[in-house]
């Protein structure tokens, strides 16, 4: 069965830092591709950040180079290191592996002071 939990969201100030983990069970981070899609208040879901079995790395426009997208094999983990945060990166976050289509339930992010 697979199972991907994510963790790590939370209320944070504008200009601050998050790091979200994904617990991933039942597939492998190291040969599936992996990303994170987040879902605005009001908006539709939108991918942010992806990686590949090969470990190339794709961002949206509005995160990059400010987040980040990783993995750990050993651990079997997927992370998105979130920096220099704004309030337009609020929603619930998401953790995806494909394919096949593989889901967590999600994390809140808010960004507000």
């Known amino acids: 069965q697979v199972r991907l939990v994510e963790s790590g969201g939370g209320l944070v100030q504008p200009g601050g830092s998050l790091r979200l983990s994904c617990v991933v069970s039942?597939?492998?981070?190291?040969?599936?591709?992996m990303a994170w899609h987040r879902r605005p208040p009001a908006k539709e879901r939108e991918l942010i950040a992806a990686i590949t079995p090969s470990g190339q790395t794709n961002y949206g426009d509005s995160v990059k180079g400010r987040f980040t997208i990783s993995r750990d094999g050993t651990t079997n983990m997927l992370y998105l290191q979130m920096d220099n945060l704004k309030p337009e990166d609020t929603g619930v976050y998401y953790c995806?592996?494909?394919?096949?289509?593989?889901w967590g339930q999600g994390t809140q992010v808010t960004v507000s002071s």
């Open positions: 039942g597939i492998s981070v190291n040969t599936k591709f």
């Open positions: 995806r592996g494909f394919p096949p289509e593989n």
